[in-house]
């Protein structure tokens, strides 16, 4: 059993205290939807890396696994670069606050570059960099915390793909 699994079973029985315990200005994102994109993510710890990729056969990019996620597991179709989903309209949220299913951007002097999605106990799911694949690293890891810039609740703001009105 790989360690993203063994961490895929203990956060399991901590999801729902994580969610019934959560009290925020912001609410906490829909808790199917939010189960649903965080299954689905971690379910895809371990696929490869690949600048421009947006599906499991093509591998990721950080952008494109979190579109991907989002558009399948909860019908919430958002931009295709990092730096347009950070630009969607939705409430930013404490990191005391944060959340399974929300997003977490990275970058330097405010130039977002990266987008991860957040599962729980201080851990996220993303495509990091070519050569790598998928997987779940520390919020509070050296890198990550010198480069986290915000995070933003998008699950409740969003429209199913379904519900949006076609060109």
Known sequence: MTGAQRWLIRFSALA??????????????????ANDVLFHAIGLVGTPYRWGGNTPQSGFDCSGLVDYVFRTSAGVVLPRRSGEIADV?????KTDRLAPGDLLFFGSRRHVNHVAIYV???RFVHAPNAGGTVRLD???GDYWRTHFLYAKRVLEWHAPANAVAAD
């Open 89 to 93: 309209d939705a409430p930013r949220i």
């Open 138 to 140: 520390q919020l509070d």
């Open 16 to 33: 729902p205290a994580l969610w019934l315990g959560a009290c925020a200005t912001t609410p906490p994102p829909p808790a199917q939807a």
């Open 120 to 122: 729980g106990e201080g």
